[in-house]
């Protein structure tokens, strides 16, 4: 992966040094495994859930989300989850929707940095 690549990786709220250090230096395994968040679903479904007002299903998803995204080092993604998915711990579903629009955001980035890790 080249400079600009990283750059590019790093500007969707991907923490590359840290991803790549967790995974014990292995570059190459890390984008394979920031290729796979373009298949998760977990957003959806905490979208779904919070449509529905379905707290127990939004709290799953979320924390769901916040999992692997504190895994893949997406930073960003990773504290908003962790703010909405203690809000929705608590019950406060109405609070933790207002996160909603920074979670999408944020996972829209995501998702481009994984198309990105895909494509190497």
């Known amino acids: ?3 600009k690549d990283i750059n590019t ?3 969707n709220g991907v923490n590359w040094e840290e991803g790549v250090e967790r995974l014990m230096g292995d570059a ?3 984008l394979h495994m920031l290729g796979r968040y373009a298949q998760n679903a977990n957003f959806d479904q905490l979208k779904d859930a919070m449509e ?3 707290l127990e299903a939004a709290y799953q998803a979320c924390h769901a989300l ?3 995204s504190g895994n893949l080092s997406l930073d960003e993604l990773h504290q908003t989850a962790t703010k909405a998915c203690t809000l929705l711990r608590e019950g406060n ?3 933790a929707k207002a996160y909603m629009p920074r979670l999408e955001e944020f996972h ?3 998702r481009d940095a994984a198309r990105l890790a895909n494509s190497q």
């Open 66 to 68: 916040k999992g692997i």
């Open 108 to 110: 829209l980035m995501a």
């Open 28 to 30: 190459d395994f890390y």
């Open 9 to 11: 990786l790093k500007s």
């Open 52 to 54: 529905k007002r379905d």
């Open 1 to 3: 992966m080249n400079e």
């Open 93 to 95: 579903l109405d609070e």
